[in-house]
């Protein structure tokens, strides 16, 4: 059955199609999440917000009213209050009744925020008027079709400045995938939806702040009380309130009782100023002078584009073993390498991601550790790509076939992962394109092909191609071979160093790979200056490698943890791997399995996306050397490894689990809900996640508290504190589970918290609510 839209102001269900004047607004349905109580403040009535679960839309339009100075002349003859309407704006730039500036999210050098369907995400706006009066503030989601799908009541939470804040969601969370049968409709959704911020007159508050004042110093009671008398009529009359039978009693009795002149002022006004009243205040409020905000685009893209968990494996060496007979390595197959998908699938990962699967070339072929010479042996870097066999649009023969590629992709489908590709836009001395566009190439005054260098380094096995030379031509041919495996099955690309390219390269490629395609998301893999990874971003990337690998002392993290939690988050995502094949840091050289167990911890909870190269499960830690990277680098040989021993570490325990928890809970699924906490320890680090319950789909909140040990050789204690007002709550303490250890734990304000490695790296701690089940 298709399901009605909802006003997260009023709670009442909308009709099909409803037209809203500049003070009203669309008719919509009861929240079945919790209300929180409003805060009050000196110059702004402060409600909170009061939405519920996101409900499917129908279409919203407004109109215009030019009844508004008719309507406050008539109110001026009977000596009523005037009711505050909207002022027509002709432009942008022209204020309404009330004035809204800096809504947040906002454009960035041009570019519109970004957000999965159904994640939550912060709002935040200056909302205010001239002298004392009070107002309040809402947000307001469209779809793509321009439907009304939520409004939520903001809070003010800095009166001086005005800020009033809160969240919304984006739709409805889905987990339908490209290739499953649902996938299209849910498409449809997709696109770019629009977010307003509406300031509003908040009378009520003003009237009842003032009346409470004469009535006590008996200062013109009797026309005070008449002016609420005839603000609470309007009230009661007032579509955009979308009133039910309940509530206009609560507001009848108020009228009753304003207008019973045999009752004394005190009583008259206590009617009014009842808890009944202030409840229907806080979550169906007499809103005056709507005032919309400019409309922020957002696009809305597809799930995976911000919550995904990756796991990244060489197909070459799933299922290598060592003949008995010769003592050299086999290497795996396509066909082998279904036990990484099985792997990826076990421990909960979405996303499979494999290096380039292409020919490699023989000409300067790199050896073991990334050695000149290769040995007779040595299979080559895959990043070397093309020789005599074939280029970017063929399979290595020694993985297999095509088809073979096409039934790896159908069982990792099979099995509800994506396979991402790796598209490294680089070529050995023998790829086709050497031959057919030898005008591609940089090519040196004596008439040859120039290798790939950045002094002193020299990578004598590749060719940097020369954009300068034929953009265009470049651009059709690569956008042919990402079609070629799209048509494969491939939703995903990782690119390899896309910042070594030129960003309008990257922006008209992903712009038509994405229109014909589009499904498919990019992940940057650029370890590079932040101003060009945001470029990237802008270009069309979905996620993006990030230093998060580097980010390893409490200072750091805190800092880190908070700027990819933040508002930067709607342009750059940021995916945390604790490791990569080119990256093996100091921190986890020297912690051993609890610095494997810290970093996976703060890579699955600090950020929605995060990733991790097998291997991690058997500790491989062994840099090469001075370098930050692995010793026997699996770009360079096949790697035999002992699987069976996985259960000795227990990494792949933990990797596990924590992919369950961050399924379970959806708090851990978005990138604008992360705070961080004080701990006063240095080698601590604490931040929670909070899903309030008027946006959750069960109707209850959502909270993760983590709490992790930085110090690997060592236990560490500190005192981390929480305001529980924060998470919604009214009481003095929390009731928490250890989703890792499944204890129980109470908690307030202030928290002693002691973790040793040898024990519990972590804490990642739910909030209980009652009836909750064990």
């Given at each position: 059955?298709?399901?009605?839209?909802?006003?997260?102001?009023?709670?009442?269900?909308?009709?099909?199609?409803?037209?809203?004047?500049?003070?009203?607004?669309?008719?919509?349905?009861?929240?079945?999440?919790?209300?929180?109580?409003?805060?009050?403040?000196?110059?702004?009535?402060?409600?909170?917000?009061?939405?519920?679960?996101?409900?499917?839309?129908?279409?919203?339009?407004?109109?215009?009213?030019?009844?508004?100075?008719?309507?406050?002349?008539?109110?001026?003859?009977?000596?009523?209050?005037?009711?505050?309407?909207?002022?027509?704006?002709?432009?942008?730039?022209?204020?309404?009744?009330?004035?809204?500036?800096?809504?947040?999210?906002?454009?960035?050098?041009?570019?519109?925020?970004?957000?999965?369907?159904?994640?939550?995400?912060?709002?935040?706006?200056?909302?205010?008027?001239?002298?004392?009066?009070?107002?309040?503030?809402?947000?307001?989601?469209?779809?793509?079709?321009?439907?009304?799908?939520?409004?939520?009541?903001?809070?003010?939470?800095?009166?001086?400045?005005?800020?009033?804040?809160?969240?919304?969601?984006?739709?409805?969370?889905?987990?339908?995938?490209?290739?499953?049968?649902?996938?299209?409709?849910?498409?449809?959704?997709?696109?770019?939806?629009?977010?307003?911020?509406?300031?509003?007159?908040?009378?009520?508050?003003?009237?009842?702040?003032?009346?409470?004042?004469?009535?006590?110093?008996?200062?013109?009671?009797?026309?005070?009380?008449?002016?609420?008398?005839?603000?609470?009529?309007?009230?009661?009359?007032?579509?955009?309130?979308?009133?039910?039978?309940?509530?206009?009693?609560?507001?009848?009795?108020?009228?009753?009782?304003l207008g019973d002149k045999s009752l004394t002022f005190e009583d008259r006004l206590a009617a009014a100023d009842s808890l009944d009243v202030h409840k229907l205040h806080e979550t169906k409020p007499l809103r005056d002078g709507i005032s919309p905000s400019n409309p922020v685009k957002i696009e809305v893209q597809r799930p995976h584009s911000s919550f995904s968990a990756w796991y990244?494996?060489?197909?070459?060496?799933?299922?290598?073993?060592?003949?008995?007979?010769?003592?050299?390595?086999?290497?795996?197959?396509?066909?082998?390498?279904?036990?990484?998908?099985?792997?990826?699938?076990?421990?909960?990962?979405?996303?499979?991601?494999?290096?380039?699967?292409?020919?490699?070339?023989?000409?300067?072929?790199?050896?073991?550790?990334?050695?000149?010479?290769?040995?007779?042996?040595?299979?080559?870097?895959?990043?070397?790509?093309?020789?005599?066999?074939?280029?970017?649009?063929?399979?290595?023969?020694?993985?297999?076939?095509?088809?073979?590629?096409?039934?790896?992709?159908?069982?990792?489908?099979?099995?509800?992962?994506?396979?991402?590709?790796?598209?490294?836009?680089?070529?050995?001395?023998?790829?086709?394109?050497?031959?057919?566009?030898?005008?591609?190439?940089?090519?040196?005054?004596?008439?040859?092909?120039?290798?790939?260098?950045?002094?002193?380094?020299?990578?004598?096995?590749?060719?940097?191609?020369?954009?300068?030379?034929?953009?265009?031509?470049?651009?059709?041919?690569?956008?042919?071979?990402?079609?070629?495996?799209?048509?494969?099955?491939?939703?995903?690309?990782?690119?390899?160093?896309?910042?070594?390219?030129?960003?309008?390269?990257?922006?008209?490629?992903?712009?038509?790979?994405?229109?014909?395609?589009?499904?498919?998301?990019?992940?940057?893999?650029?370890?590079?200056?932040?101003?060009?990874?945001?470029?990237?971003?802008?270009?069309?990337?979905?996620?993006?490698?990030?230093?998060?690998?580097?980010?390893?002392?409490?200072?750091?993290?805190?800092?880190?943890?908070?700027?990819?939690?933040?508002?930067?988050?709607?342009?750059?995502?940021?995916?945390?791997?604790?490791?990569?094949?080119?990256?093996?840091?100091?921190?986890?050289?020297?912690?051993?399995?609890?610095?494997?167990?810290?970093?996976?911890?703060?890579?699955?909870?600090?950020?929605?996306?995060?990733?991790?190269?097998?291997?991690?499960?058997?500790?491989?830690?062994?840099?090469?050397?001075?370098?930050?990277?692995?010793?026997?680098?699996?770009?360079?040989?096949?790697?035999?490894?002992?699987?069976?021993?996985?259960?000795?570490?227990?990494?792949?325990?933990?990797?596990?689990?924590?992919?369950?928890?961050?399924?379970?809970?959806?708090?851990?699924?978005?990138?604008?809900?992360?705070?961080?906490?004080?701990?006063?320890?240095?080698?601590?680090?604490?931040?929670?996640?909070?899903?309030?319950?008027?946006?959750?789909?069960?109707?209850?909140?959502?909270?993760?508290?983590?709490?992790?040990?930085?110090?690997?050789?060592?236990?560490?204690?500190?005192?981390?504190?929480?305001?529980?007002?924060?998470?919604?709550?009214?009481?003095?303490?929390?009731?928490?589970?250890?989703?890792?250890?499944?204890?129980?734990?109470?908690?307030?304000?202030?928290?002693?918290?002691?973790?040793?490695?040898?024990?519990?790296?972590?804490?990642?701690?739910?909030?209980?609510?009652?009836?909750?089940?064990?």
């Amino acid at each position: 059955m298709a399901r009605k839209s909802t006003n997260h102001v009023t709670g009442q269900a909308e009709p099909a199609e409803t037209k809203m004047t500049n003070t009203e607004s669309a008719t919509e349905k009861k929240p079945r999440g919790r209300v929180k109580k409003a805060t009050s403040v000196s110059t702004a009535s402060s409600t909170s917000s009061t939405s519920s679960r996101p409900r499917k839309t129908t279409r919203v339009t407004r109109t215009t009213t030019a009844a508004s100075s008719s309507r406050a002349r008539t109110h001026a003859k009977s000596g009523k209050e005037a009711q505050s309407d909207s002022f027509a704006r002709t432009s942008p730039q022209e204020f309404g009744r009330v004035n809204v500036m800096n809504v947040k999210p906002a454009p960035q050098n041009g570019f519109i925020p970004r957000a999965e369907l159904g994640e939550q995400v912060a709002v935040q706006a200056n909302v205010f008027i001239e002298g004392r009066r009070h107002v309040g503030a809402s947000a307001a989601v469209y779809t793509k079709s321009g439907a009304l799908f939520q409004r939520v009541l903001l809070t003010c939470t800095i009166a001086g400045l005005d800020q009033w804040n809160g969240q919304v969601r984006l739709g409805e969370s889905e987990t339908v995938l490209p290739w499953e049968p649902g996938f299209a409709a849910m498409a449809k959704k997709l696109g770019t939806w629009k977010l307003v911020v509406e300031g509003w007159e908040d009378s009520y508050a003003g009237w009842i702040h003032d009346a409470r004042i004469k009535v006590e110093t008996q200062d013109d009671q009797e026309n005070t009380l008449e002016e609420g008398l005839h603000l609470f009529e309007r009230w009661l009359g007032s579509k955009d309130a979308h009133l039910l039978v309940k509530d206009k009693k609560v507001l009848q009795k108020a009228i009753d009782a304003l207008g019973d002149k045999s009752l004394t002022f005190e009583d008259r006004l206590a009617a009014a100023d009842s808890l009944d009243v202030h409840k229907l205040h806080e979550t169906k409020p007499l809103r005056d002078g709507i005032s919309p905000s400019n409309p922020v685009k957002i696009e809305v893209q597809r799930p995976h584009s911000s919550f995904s968990a990756w796991y990244q494996f060489f197909p070459r060496s799933e299922g290598a073993y060592v003949d008995e007979k010769t003592g050299k390595i086999v290497q795996g197959t396509l066909k082998t390498a279904l036990s990484g998908l099985d792997r990826a699938k076990t421990e909960g990962f979405d996303i499979v991601y494999l290096p380039p699967i292409f020919p490699i070339g023989v000409t300067n072929r790199k050896g073991k550790n990334n050695a000149l010479t290769a040995g007779p042996d040595d299979p080559g870097s895959p990043f070397g790509i093309g020789s005599d066999l074939g280029g970017h649009d063929t399979v290595d023969p020694l993985l297999g076939t095509m088809k073979d590629f096409e039934a790896f992709v159908a069982y990792a489908h099979k099995l509800g992962l994506e396979v991402a590709l790796d598209f490294a836009l680089q070529c050995s001395p023998d790829h086709p394109w050497v031959e057919q566009h030898p005008n591609w190439f940089h090519i040196k005054p004596d008439g040859t092909i120039a290798f790939a260098e950045n002094p002193p380094k020299k990578y004598q096995d590749i060719y940097p191609i020369d954009f300068e030379a034929d953009m265009p031509g470049i651009e059709k041919e690569v956008e042919r071979v990402l079609d070629l495996w799209i048509s494969k099955g491939v939703t995903i690309f990782r690119v390899d160093n896309p910042h070594t390219k030129p960003v309008r390269f990257w922006q008209d490629v992903i712009a038509k790979v994405t229109k014909k395609h589009p499904q498919t998301l990019f992940l940057a893999e650029a370890f590079t200056r932040p101003s060009m990874m945001r470029a990237l971003s802008y270009a069309g990337f979905t996620q993006s490698h990030c230093y998060f690998p580097w980010r390893n002392s409490a200072e750091e993290l805190n800092e880190y943890l908070a700027e990819t939690n933040s508002d930067e988050a709607f342009f750059q995502h940021n995916t945390y791997w604790p490791t990569t094949p080119d990256i093996l840091t100091a921190y986890l050289r020297d912690n051993g399995i609890a610095g494997h167990a810290v970093r996976a911890v703060l890579a699955a909870m600090g950020s929605p996306s995060w990733g991790i190269y097998n291997g991690y499960e058997l500790i491989e830690n062994v840099q090469r050397g001075s370098f930050e990277e692995p010793n026997d680098n699996e770009k360079y040989e096949v790697k035999v490894r002992d699987w069976g021993r996985i259960k000795e570490y227990g990494i792949a325990k933990l990797l596990t689990r924590l992919n369950a928890i961050r399924r379970a809970h959806p708090a851990t699924q978005t990138y604008h809900d992360l705070h961080m906490l004080e701990t006063r320890n240095p080698a601590m680090v604490a931040f929670y996640r909070h899903l309030p319950a008027e946006l959750s789909e069960n109707g209850k909140s959502d909270t993760v508290i983590v709490v992790v040990n930085l110090d690997g050789h060592n236990a560490q204690q500190g005192q981390v504190h929480i305001e529980l007002g924060d998470l919604g709550l009214t009481g003095s303490e929390l009731r928490l589970k250890d989703e890792l250890t499944g204890r129980d734990f109470t908690w307030s304000y202030d928290n002693y918290v002691s973790l040793a490695p040898w024990a519990d790296v972590a804490h990642i701690l739910t909030v209980r609510h009652p009836g909750d089940k064990d």
